[in-house]
């Protein structure tokens, strides 16, 4: 419960007037329908005992009936205005909240980055972040309206009724609701987080089935995947079936105490009005009063069902804001070191780093230089750390021990934004949005021009292709969606090469190339920046070929 109270005053902070507005709009609309109610009751009744005394002609039906006809719009108004400042108020706090946890996520360790798959990471998070509307919408506003309608409810009650109807009517319908409510959110919380954790595989499973349906059709695997898809869809199936059953019996519960308490309130009233000490009419108003308090039980019964669901949505995402963030960088890196000239554009100088979460070394004392101009190919068999290398020399990691140069300035002095303007990295994942092919070079240049656009494409030899698609202007889907793997790699590419840098990490560049497209893209590459030092990790023989020397991680230690 702890988190649900952190996200709530999270939501309070930031959106304090519009969820006051929506709780007191909140309360009115149920004090409108216990009011609605009580007063209908009552009308029909001395109606009706008016007419057996033969006053029908002289009771007075218009002040009571506009009254009825005036909650009735009065409550529908209310609704609709609550309806719209609460949910309005609630989905700009989610979406905030959206930004908070996407922006944390860009700040989490580099090696922490690398183990998050994207797809489930950003599937988790939209989901979490759906399962906490309820924090507000069905749990706190419901709960602070209902606390609010009882108690006016109850002074009203024993104002126009009688106190003892008032106390009876107030305490059991309390007493009641509390601990069906209560005994809901216990019996969900176990079957609400299996209902989520299903709905997650459910949808991640059906996704990779769709997205790789030629793949596995391909491997013999599509059989296997889709009974995967269907025994995650019968755990989501299973686990909401328990979950509305819960609901149903708290459901039942609720018009059980309902049922007691306008009961309890009726007999009381009649013994009272068998006293002479209250009318019929007014025993209606507080049996039928009371009848209405029972839709305060409505979101909150939900609420308490997928109680389970909002807890576990709540920790995960309180964890990852309450995280805290990484080191600052020193306060006197303000200005960009002045550059050596005669230095290397790159140097590792004893550099050593341990696997993540391991105290096993990855590199050990690794030191080698990079000139301008120059092109250094990694290799090694796979673990030996040739990724790591370019994440330490694009300074997303921090050795362990020695020093990572650019220019012949520690990596660490260098800003960012001065850092990123001289240095580029293409790792393996290409990273690329919804738009046009344009749009996603023009990231890398804001004043990119169609001429150098076409340059750039024809050194990375994707011309042919983005001529076939409809030229610049072609769109693109998420993640480059219209373009084989190799396109859009060679597509980021370009859009690295568009920056100028003068030191070009590439990891793998020409993977799933042919030959002779392999040669001609690295042609392009040095044909475009001609006095850029590449570094790049390779396992095939052309990038080896094409490079000035090679360094082998397996032999780490040495100099080269």
């Not at 090696?111 to 950003?122: E, V, Y």
């Not at 600052?328 to 303000?334: I, L």
């Not at 690794?366 to 290799?379: N, P, Q, R, W």
Request: glycine share 8%.
């Amino acid at each position: 419960m702890r988190a649900l109270r952190a996200i709530l005053r999270r939501m309070w902070r930031a959106e304090r007037a519009a969820l006051l507005r929506g709780v007191a709009l909140s309360a009115v609309v149920l004090m409108a329908g216990v009011a609605l109610l009580g007063l209908s009751g009552w009308f029909i009744t001395a109606a009706g005992l008016a007419g057996m005394l033969g006053l029908g002609l002289v009771f007075d039906v218009f002040r009571p009936s506009a009254g009825v006809r005036m909650l009735a719009l009065g409550r529908t108004a209310a609704r609709y205005g609550e309806r719209l400042i609460t949910h309005d108020a609630v989905l700009r706090v989610l979406a905030s909240l959206r930004v908070a946890l996407l922006e944390r996520l860009q700040r989490l360790p580099y090696g922490q980055m690398l183990r998050l798959r994207g797809a489930q990471t950003l599937n988790r998070l939209t989901a979490d972040v759906d399962a906490l509307d309820g924090v507000a919408l069905r749990l706190a506003m419901p709960l602070a309206a209902g606390a609010v309608t009882l108690a006016i409810s109850g002074a009203m009650l024993a104002w126009l009724v009688a106190p003892a109807v008032a106390l009876w009517s107030v305490a059991s319908f309390t007493l009641g609701a509390a601990a069906a409510l209560i005994w809901a959110g216990r019996r969900a919380l176990a079957p609400s987080r299996r209902a989520e954790l299903a709905q997650q595989a459910f949808r991640m499973r059906l996704i990779d089935a769709l997205r790789a349906a030629s793949d596995l059709a391909v491997q013999g695997r599509l059989h296997m995947q889709r009974m995967a898809v269907l025994e995650a869809e019968a755990r989501l199936h299973s686990a909401r079936d328990q979950v509305n059953r819960v609901e149903r019996r708290a459901g039942f519960a609720l018009s059980v105490t309902v049922t007691l308490a306008a009961a309890g309130a009726l007999w009381l009233g009649s013994g009272l009005a068998q006293a002479g000490q209250i009318s019929v009419a007014a025993l209606a108003l507080g049996f039928f009063a009371t009848l209405a308090l029972g839709e305060i039980t409505g979101p909150l019964r939900r609420g308490m069902a997928d109680l389970g669901r909002m807890m576990d949505a709540a920790r995960r995402v309180e964890r990852l804001l309450a995280a805290p963030d990484p080191a600052p960088a020193p306060a006197a890196a303000v200005a960009a070191p002045r550059p050596d000239p005669t230095a290397p554009a790159l140097a590792f100088a004893g550099v050593s780093l341990a696997a993540p979460g391991s105290s096993r070394p990855v590199l050990d004392a690794l030191s080698f230089d990079l000139a301008a101009g120059e092109c250094v190919a990694m290799t090694g068999r796979s673990g030996s750390g040739k990724s790591l290398v370019l994440a330490l020399a694009a300074g997303l990691i921090a050795p362990d021990a020695g020093r990572v140069l650019l220019a012949g300035q520690p990596l660490a002095d260098w800003p960012e934004a001065d850092l990123r303007a001289r240095l580029a990295l293409l790792p393996q994942r290409a990273a690329l949005m919804r738009g046009t092919v344009f749009e996603a070079l023009a990231l890398a240049r804001p004043d990119l021009t169609e001429a150098e656009a076409m340059a750039v494409l024809e050194a990375v030899q994707l011309t042919g292709v983005v001529a076939q698609n409809g030229g610049l202007s072609a769109r693109l889907g998420d993640g480059g969606a219209g373009l084989s793997g190799g396109e859009a790699r060679r597509l980021t590419l370009a859009r690295a090469i568009l920056r100028r840098p003068q030191v070009l990490l590439l990891d793998e560049p020409t993977e799933g190339l042919d030959r002779p497209t392999a040669e001609a893209v690295l042609r392009g590459i040095r044909h475009e920046l001609p006095a850029a030092a590449l570094l790049i990790a390779s396992h095939r023989a052309v990038e080896q070929e094409f490079s000035d020397r090679l360094l082998r991680l397996d032999q780490a230690a040495a100099t080269t």
